[in-house]
């Protein structure tokens, strides 16, 4: 932590790292919400990925602390060179030229008022400001790509955010002998088997435990040891859990070290995606291969949770609302389960069996899931939501069809909603129907009554009844539309910018 | 205020002024900068608290009969406070004694009825879930139409009313024209970043100590007082820095410090309370929904002839501000316009929801948007572009405001609205807007521009005073304490910025001292955008009086009349030697020098400042007054494009220009202007509150209630401030811009309105009906509406 050990004894394993580190005194990092939506829990996690070590910004609130045991993490007491004294209690400490170029900037622009987000912020920045990938601008310069993306996760009632995105984006690009980049070239562990153990829990609690093992069968084996564990990957639906409804289990096991769900294979018929890969590290490493994801990615949650939510997680969760389900459900997706018994293949639509149910068996997990790559004629996600960033879905639709060139009538469809129905569901009626069918306008018109009676969804905080079912049509006559203008239509994500590459500043004292 | 005017020659405002950052900015960026709640690991001792809260909107229940025997049973569970622990009052209401700390009758759901204390949290929790409380559930109002069916009220109805030609129905009759409106205005959660808290302890002489993350330190006192029955010179509030407030700590966060300091006074232990999202969201109250029915009579081109607004709020159970907040809305329906004959009655509803209380604009949104959808209906039906309708009915030099206070200023309406015409380029993207929505039948572009005129002081006249206690010491260095409370509003920088220029010395020299109560006594909130003008111009005349006797001191040792000395950048000096001046050096004096000599003179080196505002006063029963020092202007040009499939939209620019006066401290102002934009943008988008028909809040978290992020942030957003607009009766010629901007957001309301109507068929002339807020959802329903011809509403989850 902040580049000091510290022991961990005595905690409960259901422990948030944001009540742990509150308790320890380091209390630069926030509680907003304790629901992953304000970011101002935000740490950061030298994890190592597939390219190596990487910085990443994570949700404190929503992390346990077994997740994370033996991890190196940062607050935002650890980012500048003298972390301001925490004793004394005063605003004082560093002096602006001694602060990390990230930190400089938010205080030269104005980037804090009332001061509770800006810890979180801070630290989504730092991890973008070692991130960022360098382009070329649009005059062809050499340039860094920001991605307004990067802070979507953190909330800010006062500033109105400019102030914010001008810091974010005069950033120069990290100088050569940074420390904190310097670091990112050195070795890192792998986390490896951890746990944690609670005896005699007040109110009749008994014992409860957290395993982290390191391997498959490790996982598996404890699973078919007790096979009412509570698995825990990232933890962005589980902790929520825990944090908003004081859900708590006996034991849990940790997916965090399991390096067997962390893989991707790029096939050449089919691309295999392990269950526990976070999102954020799967959307970098496919590259575009599945452009339906690549849709869907920026529309899901912030990057903040994307950098723990795993795809694992999102179907075993089994919400009706969910994001990947709709898409991957268009595309045939299947998914693998393995226990200790071995493993079976489940197309992904008979994976969900009811309201937050799904194919598991007891004993068993989630192990990967598989996406043919075939590419539908046309294929888009829409996700209808009372924000545009980091918002869940009041609907969520995904459609891919096929269609002869020659007759331009359509071959195969595939029309998947979420939000609609008690599981993510597929309008496989009107798919039947629209094939044969000449993909126009008429066709479309006269679909639509049908695609609006398929599903009789609820009404809730979120939207209407009357709406949600007004959106089955729309949303598809959107999709039928944007097939015919050749572009996406309506407001979109805001874009990754490329912005010049601005020199390093100095800046006095060591980094690190 | 002779020693504030400026002397000649010599450059003495070097703060006051200029563009800094905020005075906390480097602790906000490396976490340094403490909040109440993270004092808690200094107290290893702290108990902490945790409500039981009622599952009902309404019940009966007995205090006396509480059941705490199992959560007593729990492991750490300290003890649970109910009534039989008050010593005092058992009642913590601001203005109307109506709000029991522990209730016999519950009046919303989710309200505490009792709390415990745990050593740990996790103890506290499981200590709640396991007292047991005996309800007898009554019947609920939870809307604001069945409040009005069964006649639950809060207030008398509050009225103004005022006409050239006699009474309002008789200029109704009268009009060529006349139309109504029914508008429902949905409320608007706080959600300050930083969830009420407080912590209780005992000070060295065994009096209680409240750190409180409170707006109204002088209140939190109090109340404290008033429940522990004590004199106030007993209890001590401290207010930190707040991480955000925006009215929602004004009172609310009263109940929060009591609790503490209650647990503290039973169990002689320090006690914290701090509320969770959910806690905090079903337990405060919010900004005020409000319901509008109004008539409008008008000429053919668009001049308003009468205005007939009949105004309810959802005050919730009890009173709280509701009743002030109702007159603002009441004060801000005309807005910017001159309205010959208008009647505004308004009037605060009961329902059993929490009550209702300070947000930025405190009601005079609420008013300025029922007036503001008044006249762009007005204008669809004379069929003119609306800002040719707005502008045709500004106020002129001279007129009155229905409460016949002067409209000074006028002026600034049209120098500021054509200002902002031209920069923002309207006419141009108008046709712009106009082309595009031409050539695509499924996308739609908006363009809207309003304006603001929003008066400063708090209506209710004796609040507007201010205290501040400002010490020098022997080392030169100084302390400024002042009543104003720190929330993010850039307050104690602005105080830093006149102290320093006060006193002529650097802002290294001057430390802002935490808000307390045992410094300056009987402040009011800082509330109402007035924290600056009361505050800084206390410290500025706190100042002015150190400055005069060391100047007697500094006048004997250079030989100078005191009143030509200068206090500039650590010197002082006669105004003839200012710093450049070849002999600057030798007949200047540094200011630490001057204070060691000023000690060994025997001058006293700290002073009281104490400042009210002038000539304010409003009659309430004559509906007539000056209510306000000053008004503050603006106006806003939002562009939007919606979704016609969906209903969501993007806003694409802004442009703001926005009057300030002289402004003590721009990037302050600037960052208040745009986030008070993207907060009211919020509240008119975004936020919605839905509670459940039993009462129970449906959106109590972050995750279903919606603040903007980045990606609403529009990315060309300019903000200028209006040059040349000193307001003289200020101090530094200064003006409030807390509440103010949140207003201009009703530009994007406007746009939208626009854009909405763009995807009516040619002849189809239906008015927009636009939910408020307008969701994407309400956005569709309203497409829907001109698509079909015909207005037609269907609202979220009913
Ligand atoms: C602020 C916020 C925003 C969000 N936004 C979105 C959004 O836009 N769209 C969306 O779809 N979701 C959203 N979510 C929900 C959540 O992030 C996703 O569902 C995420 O994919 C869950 O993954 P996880 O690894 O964090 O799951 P966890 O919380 O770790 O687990 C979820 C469930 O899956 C089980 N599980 C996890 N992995 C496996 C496995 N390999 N095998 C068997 N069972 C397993 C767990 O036992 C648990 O029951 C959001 C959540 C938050 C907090
Ligand atoms: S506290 Fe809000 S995201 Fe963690
Ligand atoms: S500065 Fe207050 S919440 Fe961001």
Redesign the pocket.
């Known amino acids: 932590m902040n580049g000091e050990s510290l022991e961990v004894e005595g905690i409960d394993p259901h422990t948030t790292l944001l009540d742990f580190l509150r308790d320890r005194g380091l209390v630069g990092t926030k509680e907003g919400c304790a629901?992953?939506?304000c970011g101002a829990c935000a740490v950061v996690v030298l994890r190592l990925e597939h390219e190596g070590p990487r910085y990443v910004a994570v949700?404190a609130c929503?992390t346990l602390v077994g997740s994370v045991l033996g991890a190196e993490l940062r607050t935002v007491e650890g980012l500048s060179p003298q972390p301001g004294s925490r004793s004394a209690g005063r605003a004082a400490g560093p002096s602006v030229a001694e602060l990390h170029p990230v930190q400089r900037a938010m205080v030269e622009l104005g980037g804090s008022q009332c001061g509770y987000c800006t810890p979180g912020f801070v630290v989504s920045m730092f991890a973008e400001y070692y991130r960022r990938e360098a382009s070329l601008t649009p005059s062809g310069e050499p340039g860094l790509r920001w991605d307004p993306e990067s802070v979507a996760?953190n909330l800010c009632r006062c500033t109105g955010y400019r102030p914010i995105r001008e810091a974010m984006r005069s950033l120069p690009l990290a100088a050569e002998d940074d420390g904190f980049r310097a670091r990112l070239s050195q070795p890192l562990a792998p986390l490896g088997e951890a746990s944690l153990v609670r005896e005699d829990v007040p109110g009749g609690g008994g014992t409860r435990r957290l395993h982290r093992p390191a391997s498959l069968a490790g996982a598996l084996a404890l699973l078919a040891e007790e096979p009412a564990a509570?698995?825990?990957?990232?933890?962005?639906?589980?902790?929520?859990e825990v944090n908003q409804r004081d859900r708590r289990w006996p034991t849990l096991i940790a997916?965090e070290a399991v390096d067997e769900?962390r893989t991707l294979e790029l096939g050449g018929e089919e691309i295999r995606i392990g269950?526990?890969l976070?999102?954020s590290e799967l959307e970098h490493r496919l590259g575009g291969a599945l452009p339906l994801l690549d849709e869907l990615f920026p529309?899901?949650?912030?990057r903040l949770?994307?950098n723990?939510?795993?795809?694992?997680?999102?179907?075993?969760?089994a919400?009706p609302?969910?994001?990947?389900?709709p898409a991957l459900l268009a595309l045939d997706a299947r998914v693998v389960l393995a226990s200790q018994r071995g493993e079976r293949e489940l197309p992904l639509v008979e994976f969900f069996t009811g309201y937050r149910q799904t194919a598991?068996a007891p004993g068993?997990?989630?192990?990967a899931v598989i996406v043919p790559r075939r590419a539908p004629t046309h294929a888009h996600f829409y996700?209808v939501s009372k924000r545009v960033l980091?918002?869940?879905?009041t609907v969520?639709a995904a459609f891919a069809v096929d269609l002869d060139p020659a007759s331009n009538t359509v071959t195969r469809a595939r029309l998947a909603y979420?939000g609609v129905a008690a599981t993510p569901v597929r309008a496989q009626a009107v798919e039947q129907a629209l094939v044969g069918r000449p993909w126009t306008a008429e066709t479309v018109a006269e679909l639509a009554p049908q695609l609006r009676e398929s599903f009789t969804p609820l009404s809730d905080h979120r939207g209407s009844a009357a709406y949600r079912q007004a959106m089955l049509a729309r949303t598809f006559e959107k999709f039928f539309h944007e097939t015919q203008a050749g572009r996406r239509l309506g407001p979109q994500p805001p874009p990754s910018v490329v912005l010049p590459v601005l020199p390093p500043r100095p800046q006095k004292g060591a980094n690190a | 205020m002779s020693s504030s005017e400026p002397p000649p020659n010599v450059p003495v405002t070097p703060h006051v002024g200029k563009a800094l950052p905020h005075e906390s900015a480097v602790g906000h960026v490396t976490g340094a900068a403490h909040y109440t709640d993270d004092l808690l690991p200094r107290y290893a001792d702290a108990l902490h608290a945790w409500p039981v809260q009622s599952p009902h909107a309404h019940a009966r229940l007995s205090q006396a009969a509480i059941d705490d025997a199992a959560a007593l049973a729990i492991e750490g569970v300290v003890t649970v406070l109910t009534v039989a622990d008050v010593p005092g009052a058992n009642e913590v209401g601001p203005v109307a004694h109506d709000e029991a700390l522990f209730p016999e009758e519950v009046m919303h759901c989710g309200q505490a009825v009792a709390w415990v204390l745990g050593e740990t949290l996790e103890a506290a929790k499981l200590g709640a879930a396991a007292v047991v409380v005996d309800y007898e559930p009554l019947p609920a109002i939870t809307t604001m139409r069945q409040a009005i069916a069964a006649e639950s009220f809060l207030t008398e109805a509050l009225v103004i009313e005022s006409g050239d030609s006699g009474d309002v129905e008789a200029a109704l009759a009268a009009a060529p024209h006349t139309l109504e409106g029914e508008l429902e205005i949905g409320g608007q959660e706080h959600f300050y970043l930083e969830t009420q808290a407080a912590i209780a302890c005992w000070d060295e002489a065994g009096e209680v100590f409240v750190h409180s993350s409170t707006q109204h330190p002088s209140e939190t006192q109090e109340v404290v007082a008033r429940v522990l029955g004590l004199h106030r010179n007993r209890v001590t509030c401290q207010s930190l820095r707040m991480g955000g407030a925006f009215g929602g700590k004004e009172v609310q966060a009263n109940p929060v410090a009591a609790v503490a300091a209650l647990g503290a006074h039973k169990t002689g232990r320090p006690v914290r309370v701090r509320y969770d999202r959910q806690l905090d969201m079903t337990m405060t109250g919010k900004r005020h929904p409000f319901l509008a029915r109004y008539r409008a009579g008008y000429d053919g081109d668009g001049r308003i002839v009468a205005f007939d607004l009949q105004l309810y709020s959802d005050g919730g159970y009890s009173l709280d501000l509701s009743k002030a907040i109702m007159f603002r809305a009441l004060f801000h329906c005309d807005n910017c316009y001159r309205i010959p004959n208008l009647r505004v009655v308004g009037r605060v509803l009961r329902t059993h929801k929490t009550s209702q209380t300070a947000f930025r604009g405190f009601g005079g949104p609420q008013g300025m948007v029922a007036g503001e959808d008044m006249l762009a209906r007005v204008a669809q039906a004379v069929g003119k572009p609306a800002h040719e309708v707005r502008a045709l009915n500004f106020y002129a030099e001279g007129d009155r405001t229905p409460y016949g206070q002067l409209v000074r200023d006028a002026e600034r309406i049209p120098r500021i609205w054509s200002g902002l015409m031209g920069s923002a380029d309207f006419e141009a993207r108008r046709a712009a807007v106009a082309e595009f929505n031409a050539s695509h039948p499924h996308e739609k572009r908006g363009l809207a521009i309003t304006p603001v005129k929003f008066g400063i002081s708090f209506t209710t006249s004796f609040l507007n005073q201010a205290g501040a206690l400002v010490l020098v010491y022997q080392d030169g260095s100084v302390q400024v304490n002042h009543g104003g409370t720190e929330m993010g509003q850039g307050l104690h920088t602005k105080m830093l910025q006149i102290a320093a220029d006060g006193l002529g010395v650097t802002l290294d020299q001057v430390r802002l001292m935490p808000t307390r109560t045992d410094k300056v006594p009987n402040t009011s909130a800082t509330a109402a955008s007035s924290g600056s003008d009361l505050n800084g111009a206390a410290v500025e005349r706190a100042c002015a009086q150190i400055r005069e006797r060391m100047a007697e001191v500094a006048g004997r040792r250079l030989q100078v009349p005191p009143m030509d000395l200068r206090f500039a950048g650590g010197r002082v000096f006669p105004f003839w030697c200012a710093p450049g001046h070849p002999d600057h050096g030798a007949s200047s004096l540094g200011f630490v020098e001057l204070a060691q000599q000023a000690y060994l003179e025997r001058v006293s080196l700290f002073a009281a400042g104490y400042y009210r505002t002038p000539a304010i006063h409003y009659d309430e029963a004559a509906g007539r007054g000056k209510p306000f020092h000053y008004f503050a202007y603006g106006a806003a040009v939002s562009e939007v494009e919606v979704d016609g499939f969906t209903g969501q939209f993007v806003l694409r620019r802004v442009d703001i220009l926005h009057d300030v006066g002289s402004s003590i401290s721009p990037l302050i102002d600037r960052g208040q202007i745009e986030g008070g934009f993207i907060q009211g943008m919020g509240w008119l988008t975004s936020e919605e509150l839905i509670w459940a028909e039993d009462g129970r809040l449906a959106t109590r978290g972050?995750?279903t209630y919606k603040l903007p992020t980045l990606g609403e942030c529009p990315e060309a957003f300019h903000v200028e401030l209006l040059p040349m607009a000193a307001e003289p009766a200020v101090v530094k010629g200064s003006k409030a811009v807390g509440e103010p901007p949140f207003m201009l957001a009703i530009s994007v309301r406007e746009a939208l309105r626009e854009a909405v109507a763009a995807f009516a068929a040619e002849s189809n002339a239906a008015p927009v009906e636009l939910g408020c807020p307008s969701t994407p959802e309400a956005v569709y329903w309203a497409i829907e509406g001109v698509r079909e011809g015909r207005a037609k509403q269907v609202s979220a989850a009913e």
């Open positions: 629901e992953g939506e949700n929503l996760g509570k698995l825990i990957a990232g933890g962005t639906d589980l902790v929520v997916l769900l269950a526990g976070n999102l529309l899901f949650s912030s949770i994307r723990r939510a795993t795809l694992g997680g999102n179907l075993v969760n919400s609302i969910g994001d990947s389900p598991l068993e997990l989630l192990r996700k980091d918002d869940i879905s969520a979420g | 972050a995750s």
